[in-house]
């Protein structure tokens, strides 16, 4: 629907004659209806980042900081086959025109640069295209 100017409204209803205390009221409305309803600004967004929390009760993960990327595939296919997929799609990607230009040598540059359609093909969805931070975790909760 198109959106017109209050003014430009108050012009035609004068050149089409109105009563000037019908044409005061008809404006103060309309300038009502487009004020927004909360004049009190809103306070900016949080931003949020990714994190992987590993679950590592016996302690087998060593004490450095990991980093890696959050992704997304069927549930009824199998874990294993991700790094495959990666690859797979790295490689239709290096076929490309932009491929052959920009090829990926690494699994981190397929996930920072590899458009979302060659991830998708492969059935796989990359959630953050940046590493994120790896937390473990020994999977209790602390008693007080």
């Not at 979302?116 to 909760?141: C, G, Q, S, Y």
Request: charged share 30%; proline share 9%.
């Amino acid at each position: 629907m198109p959106k017109i100017d209050v003014s430009k409204v108050a012009e035609i209803l004068k050149k089409n004659q109105i009563d000037p205390t019908t044409l005061r009221r008809v404006i103060e409305e309309m300038n009502l209806a487009v004020q927004p309803d909360n004049e009190e600004e809103k306070p900016p967004a949080v931003k949020k980042q990714f994190a992987i929390v590993v679950s590592d009760p016996e302690g087998k993960l060593p004490k450095h900081d990991f980093v890696g990327w959050v992704i997304q595939l069927p549930e009824n296919e199998s874990v294993v086959t991700t790094p495959d997929r990666v690859f797979r799609a790295a490689y239709d990607f290096n076929a490309s025109k932009k491929g052959r230009l920009l090829p990926v040598k690494t699994v981190g540059e397929a996930f920072e640069n590899l458009p979302a359609k060659h991830f998708k093909d492969h059935e796989i969805w990359v959630k953050t295209k940046t590493p994120v931070l790896m937390l473990r975790t020994d999977n209790e909760i602390p008693k007080e």
